[in-house]
């Protein structure tokens, strides 16, 4: 069975300029999440969805960051303008549903804001 | 608001040693504790979901436990190996079945 799969593994950027990530979750799953790792920390929830609907967002910081599941499979998560503070690993994950499902993590996205 | 704590931040041992690590959460009303495996540079990788009806799950030499009323998990390693070296994470599922994660534990086993 495949895994998630996330591209690219890097990225670096300048700051004010804009950066897109993509995600392909397990086959099958209907809830996609979207989690930012700084370095030392646990990851945090930006975004979850629930097919190609969003379930929780309330941590996402709208004014720059903004995510899409269309057709309920692939997910592009992009920000822009992205600030020095973004630096981070961006971790995708999914799950069959919602209900206490295990969830999966693709390999990340480790993005470099200069 | 869901607080994770993790207990040792780094914990090394020398191989073959049992070892637990700590995970404590301040919201009992949790729906399952899930541990995860993290390497350098790597994504997670899953270990062990404890459902919030259950008390512990076994993978191998991997055992965790769970204790929603005193808002506890532990993770017991038996026989550690070089390999095992990596950061432990745990993570609380809570309402939306979100997961809140602590800082994790950085295992060294030493050969």
């Known amino acids: 069975e495949a895994g998630v799969a996330q591209s690219p593994r890097y990225k670096i950027i300048e700051k004010r300029q804009s950066v897109a990530f993509w995600c392909n979750p397990i086959?099958?799953?209907?809830?996609l999440y979207w989690y930012q790792q700084i370095l030392g920390q646990g990851p945090k929830l930006l975004i979850q969805?629930?097919?190609?609907?969003?379930?929780?967002d309330s941590q996402l910081p709208k004014d720059r960051f903004s995510a899409e599941r269309l057709k309920g499979v692939d997910s592009t998560l992009k920000i822009q303008p992205a600030k020095l503070e973004d630096s981070a690993v961006y971790l995708c994950?999914?799950?069959?549903?919602?209900?206490?499902?295990?969830?999966?993590f693709g390999p990340g996205t480790r993005l470099t804001v200069l | 608001k869901q607080e994770v704590t993790q207990i040792p931040a780094a914990l090394s041992v020398p191989e073959g040693e049992n070892l637990v690590l700590n995970c404590s959460f301040t919201?009992?009303?949790?729906?399952?504790l899930q541990w995860f495996r993290q390497d350098p540079g790597k994504g997670l990788t899953s270990l062990l979901l404890?459902?919030?009806?259950?008390r512990e799950q076994t993978s191998g030499r991997l055992n965790a436990s769970l204790d929603k009323s005193s808002g506890r998990s532990t993770l017991y390693i038996a026989a550690s190996q070089p390999g095992d070296s990596a950061t432990y994470l745990c993570?609380?599922?809570?309402?939306?079945?979100?997961?809140?994660f602590g800082k994790g534990t950085l295992l060294t086993v030493n050969p």
């Open positions: 994950a999914s799950s069959f549903g919602l209900a206490g499902n295990e969830q999966f």
């Open positions: 086959s099958g799953h209907a809830t």
């Open positions: 993570a609380s599922g809570g309402s939306n079945y979100k997961l809140t």
């Open positions: 969805f629930q097919n190609n609907g969003v379930v929780d």
């Open positions: 404890i459902q919030s009806s259950q």
């Open positions: 919201d009992s009303a949790i729906y399952n």
